[in-house]
């Protein structure tokens, strides 16, 4: 059974920085896109990052030049730094492992909130 597990999220100042990490529990990590996607109260989940398997990324508008993904293949770990937090980054954020060829999985949701 695969398993993605999320941690790093809490409550921080506006202006201020988490680190969120996402582990995947497969041998396959490295063949996966990886994602993060966020979904605030009362709205749709959204995408917030991605990071192909040879290391290609790709940003939501809202995050763009604050938000950075990145990936540990050898650890089967994909990370979201985020910086400059504002109020409205305040959401439930997901990790996701998509693949064409497998099925995708998400992670169970971390919160965070941004105080202001």
């Known amino acids: 059974q695969v398993q993605l597990v999320e941690s790093g999220g809490g409550l921080v100042q506006a202006g201020g920085s988490l680190r969120l990490s996402c582990a995947m529990s497969?041998?396959?990590?490295?063949?996966?896109?990886m994602g993060w996607y966020r979904q605030a109260p009362g709205k749709q989940r959204e995408l917030v990052a991605t990071?192909?398997?040879?290391?290609?990324?790709d940003y939501g508008d809202s995050v763009k030049g604050r938000f950075t993904i990145s990936r540990d293949n050898a650890k089967n770990t994909v990370y979201l730094q985020m910086n400059s937090l504002k109020p409205e980054d305040t959401a439930v954020y997901y990790c996701?492992?998509?693949?064409?060829?497998?099925?995708?999985?998400w992670g169970q949701g971390t919160q965070v909130t941004v105080s202001s």
């Open positions: 990071i192909s398997s040879g290391g290609t990324t």
């Open positions: 497969t041998n396959i990590f490295s063949r996966y896109i």
């Open positions: 996701k492992a998509h693949s064409i060829t497998w099925a995708d999985y």
